[in-house]
């Protein structure tokens, strides 16, 4: 009866071993199936990513402005820029002159007197360049050596009046000035740390001859020097071949200075044009 009973069962547990297996086997292949039919994912994101965030607009014209020029800033430049006086105004121009072994009671500009003169710049004309100008002082006669390194040469014309208000030399002749204390600048050659670079080119080398035309009106031929007592006036003009350019620069004004350590000037804020004739 024992055996009997064996014999029974062993089909049973045979085929119940059996469809275990084949569950065992159909549910382990199942994720292989399901991740053959879901699309490629790599080509989603590579499509994805080739499109921009924001579409453009392709029938908007497209920007014709050129790039903004960058603004210079420098505390020590924005002080002597507020110093510096402006076209049609009088403005003083203030010196001290020391001695060897004299204590400086004051740092000023370096003007070559001592004392006080008022200066105005009644104005500031553009004029063309003429390359066939034959003059007879030494600024004009190499102007053309200039010019030809400019790519837009043209003379700028300003037209002075200066009072002497009791300055004089402390050395040499005692009311004898000179001319070549002026010159144009900009704001760039302000800048504390360009001044002290050795490498610096200033505006002023960059865009105007270093030979200016002065004339006292006088009808002599020294175009440099020039004698004012205190109490005297003098309308002078003064003339610089410049690159256009130069007028594109930060703030250009009138130096007065013995020195590139400029502390006194006068901004050439305001300035006319003479059509080409």
């Not at 085929?15 to 994912?41: G, K, R, W």
């Not at 000035?177 to 200033?202: G, H």
């Not at 505006?203 to 006292?216: G, H, L, N, P």
Request: proline share 6%; hydrophobic share 40%; aromatic share 10%.
């Amino acid at each position: 009866m024992k055996n009997r009973n064996i014999g029974i069962l062993a089909p049973v547990i045979v085929l119940l071993a059996a469809v275990t297996i084949f569950f065992i086997v159909t549910t382990n292949h199942q994720p292989d199936q399901e991740t053959d039919s879901v699309p490629e994912a790599p080509s989603q994101l590579v499509a994805s990513a080739s499109a921009p965030p924001e579409q453009a607009d392709s029938s908007a014209p497209a920007s014709s402005q050129s790039p903004t020029p960058e603004v210079l800033s420098d505390p020590d430049a924005d002080a002597t820029l507020a110093a510096l006086g402006t076209i049609g105004e009088a403005y003083t121009l203030h010196a001290r002159q020391y001695q060897q072994g004299e204590a400086r009671e004051e740092e000023t500009a370096s003007l070559g007197w001592d004392g006080d003169m008022t200066l105005v710049v009644q104005s500031a004309t553009l004029l063309p360049y003429e390359e066939d100008v034959n003059g007879e002082d030494a600024a004009h006669s190499v102007w053309g050596m200039y010019a030809d390194g400019f790519s837009d040469p043209c003379v700028l014309h300003l037209e002075l009046h200066l009072e002497n208000v009791d300055a004089h030399n402390r050395t040499g002749v005692q009311y004898q000035f000179n001319a070549s204390m002026f010159y144009l600048s900009a704001y760039e050659d302000l800048i504390p740390q360009n001044r002290q670079d050795p490498t610096y080119t200033t505006v002023t080398q960059r865009f105007t001859a270093m030979e200016s035309y002065f004339d006292k009106n006088t009808g002599t031929k020294d175009y440099w020097s020039f004698q004012l007592r205190p109490g005297e006036t003098m309308d002078f003009v003064l003339e610089f071949l410049i690159d256009r350019a130069y007028l594109e620069q930060q703030s250009p004004f009138l130096a007065v200075s013995q020195n590139w350590d400029i502390k006194a000037g006068v901004l050439l804020d305001s300035i006319g044009e003479e059509a080409m004739s």
